[in-house]
């Protein structure tokens, strides 16, 4: 008995060490790691979402990175350990079995609601799983739940903060957290930087995928768009939104966007035009150490919009990462300029103007396509946050994006000549700047030039590129031409695999 009860202590003792060596090497596990465990039966997806699902519940009251927590997230990894022990088709996917957090403007038709962080949509009831989740699904990834974002993907009010919603109040930056989150992908980007998560989805209309990544030290790709379908998706506009994976590592991006690109018959015509980008075979076998060799990098000067401005201070501050480049192999070239820059600039500027009365038609649309919703229109949003929204924040923050984007009544004449502004300018700027010019890639700092990239459709990726004295991260980002993604995905890696500037952000300093 006593030989017996000695025995059971050491087992025991010896299946929780076990245990906890899983949460440890959970933490900043990649993909890759987390299949290899799977593989050796040395992780199972149940002990995966038991363990994030704990993070959550611990992180979340400091970070407000996550609106809600699927209640079938248990479930779904129970089936996936089955489909994993059967070896079915789908379990050879690389994101089988792999935890996920959708922004909570991407819509899931199960028991969580898809809302923008506002109250207005809340017991809203979707028609379908958003595109991108339809990948997911099939690809056997596991929904664990919404992550927190600016309300209305920072499209509600002119100067409410980064990161602050109704439904979950404002998001914490994990590494300093008096420094802005960025953009409206906040959830998504402090989940995965704290661990609260394997990989998330973002989205962004102008910088909410790149900016967020930049300022919590994770990598994002912002898609050309028409990549990922954006049916599903709470629009802004279907001009410049798409979706894209925010994630730790660069690798771990492109196993997400591999499961997520592709023909949505709901987003048909952006879908089919794009998906003749998709390389046959996928995007992993862009991923290459040496992926700066003889690429051909633009940096620009006295140009804000297009990244770099003449700045001595940002241009010193880079100036390692320059000579990074260049001991990779990558040429870069310097000093760009931008012919007929001010014209150019001048037809940018229609940027607002276009998103406002894109916005009204684009939401009442989706609005009216739900199965059930307390609004059907952007003046219903507008009568809801006035009579029943968080008062004192409304009155803090307004609603004048929502309230100029009203006023507006469709395209006409004005409207349409906006629009050709923003197509002249991106043809005129940055295409003709990026072949004139050979470039492989445009690179700036942080995510200054998403606008860009946002107004004309095209791709970018941000990296972790270090840390301010203060300890807040900063990016680097690499743009390109529309279907650039192969090019964009090699100089990236071969930067990350170069650097490894990423460190995870300092939890137990915090709590």
């Known amino acids: ?70 209640p079938d997230a248990i479930h779904q990894a129970e089936t996936a350990d089955q489909e994993r ?25 199960d028991k969580l609601n898809t809302t923008a962080g506002s109250y207005a949509l809340l017991n809203s009831v979707v028609p379908r799983d958003a595109g991108v989740v339809k990948k997911l699904r099939e690809a056997g990834a596991i929904i664990l739940g919404k992550a927190s974002l600016s309300e209305w993907a920072n499209f509600r009010s002119f100067i409410a903060p980064s990161g602050w919603n109704a439904r979950a109040k404002q998001a914490v930056n994990p590494y300093v957290a008096t420094v802005d989150p960025c953009g409206s992908s906040t959830g998504s980007a402090i989940s995965v930087a704290t661990n609260m998560v394997s990989v998330s989805l973002g989205t962004e209309t102008d910088g909410s995928i790149l900016c967020p990544s930049s300022a919590n030290s994770v990598v994002g790709i912002k898609p050309t768009l028409g990549l990922t379908s954006r049916a599903g998706v709470i629009p802004i506009s279907p001009r410049q939104d798409t979706v894209g994976p925010i994630c730790r590592t660069v690798k771990d991006a492109v196993y997400v966007l591999d ?30 150490s040496d992926g700066l060799k003889g690429k051909r990098l633009g940096i620009v000067k ?3 919009l297009f990244g770099f401005a003449n700045d001595t201070t940002t241009l010193n501050k880079f100036k390692k990462h320059f000579d990074i480049l260049r001991r990779n192999g990558a040429i870069l070239i310097e000093n760009l300029e931008i012919i007929k820059f001010n014209q150019i600039i001048s037809m940018l500027s229609g940027e607002t103007i276009a998103l406002l009365f894109e916005f009204k038609i684009a939401l009442n649309a989706y609005l009216k396509e739900l199965v059930a919703s307390p609004v059907r229109s952007l003046a219903d949003v507008i009568s809801f946050n006035k009579k029943f929204a968080d008062l004192e924040m409304i009155k803090k923050y307004g609603q004048g994006l929502f309230l100029e984007s009203e006023k507006t009544n469709g395209i006409g004449r004005l409207e349409k000549e906006v629009l050709m502004n923003l ?39 941000s990296i972790p590129a270090g840390y301010d004295t203060n300890g807040a991260p900063y990016g ?30 300092p939890i137990k300093e915090q709590l």
């Open 423 to 461: 197509t002249k300018a991106s043809k005129y700027g940055f295409e003709k700047l990026m072949k004139e010019n050979k470039l492989d890639a445009l690179v700036t700092p942080n995510s200054d030039g998403s606008p860009v990239l946002a107004i004309g459709g095209y791709p970018g990726i």
């Open 302 to 304: 006295d140009y804000p």
């Open 476 to 505: 680097i980002c690499f743009g390109g031409l529309k279907g650039s993604e192969p090019t964009l995905i090699e100089i990236a890696y071969g930067f990350e695999q170069a650097t490894k500037f990423r460190k995870p952000p």
């Open 1 to 70: 008995m006593t030989i017996s009860f000695f025995l059971f202590i050491l087992l025991l003792l010896q299946n929780i060490s076990s245990i906890t060596s899983y949460e440890f090497n959970i933490r900043e596990a990649t993909i890759h790691d987390i299949q290899t465990a799977f593989k050796h039966n040395k992780l199972t997806s149940k002990i995966l979402v038991d363990f994030y699902i704990r993070e959550i519940q611990k992180l979340n009251p400091i970070y407000k990175a996550v609106i809600e927590i699927n």
């Open 259 to 288: 499961s997520i690109v592709g023909f949505d018959k709901n987003d048909a015509l952006a879908t089919r035009k794009a998906s003749k980008y998709i390389p046959k075979g996928g995007y992993l076998k862009y991923l290459k």
């Open 85 to 109: 022990k059967t070896n079915s088709t789908k379990s050879r996917s690389g994101l089988h079995g792999i935890p996920v957090l959708i922004k909570d403007n991407i819509a899931t038709k």
